[in-house]
């Protein structure tokens, strides 16, 4: 078998049922699990009917590159979403999930040859998908810490300067995973210079970008409205890799975007997802594609269509998170360190005594609520695991259930002080 595989880690769920093994969970109490960033919130009905709606299509062979009609759909919501015009026949790709199109696009762009670029870098903390998949491809991925004394940018600075020619690809994860961090114009500025000066790819997982949480409307008026409505965290959509690439004039170069149906229009179990951005890479990453064989299925293809035509239930679906994060950031507040997200579904949230696989394990035992230690999400690098110290609480249940959770947290931390 392929040597490689026996470099991949074990994934950071593997990691939880270990660190629960033979304890007993407080029976008295029912399971909230917090810790898989499975969103939780139902599918529209109207997703459902068109899936059914599309059945017929079980009758064809898909083609690699979807129907016009998909990448139409796609590219009219970027339009919306993103200011940006893209070409739906050369600069977009429908995917089976951000998740394999992630660890594929790897496959496709590392050269491995000997004098290939082979160096990868990632995010750490981060999405576990970035490290198998730069170790597959025979590439080395390289972790650059984003921590919380860096407001948890990613520091090029920290990347040694003779590395960069070396670098085949870049993972940015905005708005990450598990930070919540949402990257600025001038992040990005940054980045494309880089990526523009040393000729790396950037691959942009976005796959959380719908879930945030929108300024008051209408807006309060100054000093008045702030009394009257207040709100724990508001912001604005977050600026995207293809924006940013336009305003500042560079086209798409080297740049291909990730983003997904399964948070935003709550269908994990769909399967669906896009790619967009240079024309080059598309047409490498198709070519790919077609042997891979990952074409999406046809009744697929008609749910998503639906899914990415519609915006309301994108709506509906942040009021919740909004009202999530609203409920339980008062609770929590006094008991764990952490700043309200710019935007996804997650709390980073610092644990006190610094021991995040001891206080799972604890929450865990005595609460039975299950949130993820950050240490599992993050390797050493730099002589640190940055995930150490914090715990990953995935806003995905109802509010009911998110709220119980962090009350017993609260009573979890009295009691252990
Ligand atoms: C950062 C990040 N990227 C990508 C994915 C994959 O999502 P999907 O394959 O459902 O699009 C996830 C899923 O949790 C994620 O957290």
């Not at 600069?91 to 004098?115: K, M, T, W, Y």
Request: aromatic content about 10%; charged content about 20%; glycine content about 8%.
């Amino acid at each position: 078998m392929n040597p490689r595989l026996e470099q991949l880690h074990p994934y950071p769920f593997q990691k939880l049922r270990e660190l629960f093994a033979g304890v007993t969970p407080n029976p008295g109490l029912a399971p909230v699990n917090l810790s898989i960033g499975e969103p939780r919130h139902p599918t529209p009905q109207f997703i459902k009917d068109a899936l059914v709606a599309g059945l017929g299509g079980l009758s064809n062979y898909p083609i690699t590159q979807g129907s016009d009609a998909l990448r139409e759909s796609i590219a009219a919501w970027a339009g919306r979403r993103y200011g940006v015009k893209l070409d739906p026949t050369t600069e977009i790709l429908p995917v089976n999930g951000s998740r394999e199109a992630l660890f594929a696009f790897a496959q496709a762009c590392v050269d491995s040859s000997r004098h290939g670029r082979r160096v990868i870098i990632s995010p750490n903390p981060f999405y576990q998908i970035y490290e198998g998949a730069a170790l597959l491809a025979g590439a080395r991925p390289f972790f650059l810490n984003t921590l919380p004394e860096n407001g948890f940018r990613m520091d090029w600075s920290k990347v040694p300067e003779d590395l960069w020619e070396q670098v085949n690809m870049v993972y940015v994860c905005s708005p990450g995973n598990p930070t919540g961090k949402v990257m600025s114009l001038d992040d990005w500025k940054e980045l494309f210079d880089l990526s523009d000066r040393h000729g790396f790819v950037i691959a942009a997982d976005e796959c959380y970008s719908e879930i945030y949480f929108p300024l008051p409307n209408p807006l309060p008026l100054a000093g008045e409205g702030a009394k009257v409505m207040p709100k724990p965290i508001e912001g604005l959509p977050p600026l995207g890799a293809l924006t940013a690439s336009q305003q500042l004039g560079r086209g798409f170069r080297n740049l291909i975007v990730f983003n997904s149906l399964s948070k935003r229009s709550n269908v994990p179990g769909l399967r669906s997802g896009m790619v967009a951005g240079d024309a080059a890479l598309m047409k490498a990453f198709l070519l790919y594609r077609t042997y891979h064989g990952s074409a999406m299925s046809p009744v697929v293809q008609a749910a998503s269509i639906a899914a990415w035509n519609d915006e309301a239930h994108v709506t509906e679906n942040r009021r919740q998170y909004a009202e999530k994060f609203a409920a339980v950031m008062p609770l929590l507040k006094d008991v764990l360190s952490f700043d309200a997200p710019d935007a996804a579904f997650y709390l980073w949230a610092r644990v006190p005594g610094g021991d995040d696989a001891a206080f799972a394990r604890g929450l865990y035992e005595t609460q039975h609520v299950t949130v993820l230690p950050g240490s599992y999400l993050a390797r050493d690098a730099a002589g640190v695991n940055p995930g150490r110290g914090f715990v990953r609480i995935a806003l995905v249940d109802n509010l009911d259930a998110c709220v119980e959770a962090a009350r017993r947290i609260v009573r979890f931390v009295g009691e252990a002080a």
